[in-house]
């Protein structure tokens, strides 16, 4: 399995999935998954995914630019690094970001998101 095929599949499930239901994230998070959001943190899917739909806009749409990729520890874990934008519904200006996550194999064959990290680019 080729980790750039899998974190751009990913990736582009992710922002899909955010742009179209925030909520229907829930899946991608475990009771051990973590996320920084801005500098807050929240464990765990109920966590994770109240913060994402409680964010104070309803519509938006992500244009991905650039997506890195590395291998993680033994278990075939992957660092994902994805830097775009995001254009918030009523917005003239786009706003860039940056996200981290780290993927962890499920007994499944799929993917969990262990971590999960998010930043505006300011300036």
């Known amino acids: 399995m ?3 095929i899998v974190a751009k599949a990913f990736v582009e499930h ?17 009771e051990t998954s973590m996320m ?5 943190k929240h464990q765990g899917p109920a966590s994770i995914v109240a913060k ?5 806009f309803q519509q938006c749409k992500h244009a991905i630019s ?10 075939g874990g992957m660092i994902v690094f994805v830097s775009g934008m995001l254009q ?15 993927l962890i194999p499920t007994p499944q064959g799929s993917f969990f998101v262990q971590n999960d990290i998010f930043r505006l680019n300011y300036g």
């Not at 992710?14 to 475990?30: E, M």
């Not at 994402?52 to 104070?56: I, K, R, S, V, Y």
């Open 36 to 40: 920084t959001f801005e500098g807050q």
């Open 52 to 56: 994402l739909t409680g964010l104070p």
């Open 14 to 30: 992710y922002y899909n999935t955010f742009d179209a239901s925030r909520a229907n994230l829930v899946t991608l998070y475990q």
């Open 88 to 102: 918030l519904a009523g917005e003239e200006h786009h706003l860039r970001f940056s996200q981290l996550f780290h």
């Open 2 to 4: 080729d980790p750039d």
């Open 66 to 75: 650039t997506v890195d990729c590395q291998p993680s520890g033994p278990a």
